[in-house]
């Protein structure tokens, strides 16, 4: 099966504390990106990174960091210092080489109170 | 850069009308277009994809229908709606396939 897990449907933070939002995924394709994309409450899909599945290498954009471990099959995303602005539904996707559909989890919400 | 548009931004329809929602992609050529729509608390799902004008390839069968009547404007139909089809729906855009998709603002459908 080809599925994307976020199994944290909710969290609930305070302004500036870290937190860590997990995504697991199932594939038997070793050619597949990797995407998270943040829904705020306006509801548009923000695009925030897509890795390949052969750079195994960690990402850091400035408070956002993204932590891939192939051999665990994750992908999972860190806001360090997290702020209300945060505060939206994030989504973990995954998609095969050359295809169109991209495969979503469910989400899971984050809500960051001051 | 390049912009996409969705109108209407939210719609009210009585089941049995029919249903027209329009994406439109500015500052690109032959974009992969796409649309997707979010059930209340849940996922994304693909409905219709198209990579060129009136190439249409759909992931569920449905009520709804897709066309592609000119390179940057895709269009989600329905002859007849249903209850069912309530919910927020997403027209995205990528370069070529495989690649990162880019969404619109999304039309919020409510179907009584």
């Known amino acids: 099966a080809q599925k994307v897990t976020q199994a944290q449907t909710e969290i609930s933070v305070v302004e500036k504390e870290d937190v860590t939002l997990d995504c697991v995924y199932e594939t038997r394709d070793t050619t597949y990106y990797l995407f998270w994309y943040k829904q705020p409450p306006s509801g548009e899909l923000v695009f925030l990174i897509r890795?390949?599945?052969?750079?195994?290498q960690n990402e850091i954009s400035g408070r956002y960091s993204w932590n891939f471990q192939k051999s665990t099959s994750s992908f999972n995303f860190t806001i360090t210092a997290s702020q209300v602005v945060d505060s939206a539904v994030y989504f973990c996707a995954l998609i095969f080489y050359n295809t169109d559909k991209l495969i979503f989890g469910t989400g899971t919400r984050l809500q960051v109170f001051p | 850069s390049q912009t996409i548009h969705q109108w209407p931004a939210t719609l009210v329809q009585p089941v049995g009308s029919p249903l027209s929602l329009e994406c439109t992609v500015e500052?690109?050529?032959?974009?992969?277009l796409y649309w997707y729509r979010q059930a209340a608390g849940r996922g994304l799902q693909l409905l219709f994809y198209?990579?060129?004008?009136?190439?249409i390839s759909s992931e569920v069968p449905q009520n709804l229908s897709a066309s592609r009547p000119q390179d940057r404007q895709f269009i989600l139909s329905s002859k007849k709606l249903l209850l069912s089809d309530s919910g927020f729906y997403l027209c995205a855009w990528s370069k070529r396939r495989g690649e990162t998709q880019y969404f619109g603002p999304g039309t919020r459908l409510l179907v009584l």
């Open positions: 198209s990579v060129g004008i009136g190439q």
């Open positions: 890795r390949n599945s052969f750079d195994e």
């Open positions: 500052g690109t050529s032959n974009p992969n």
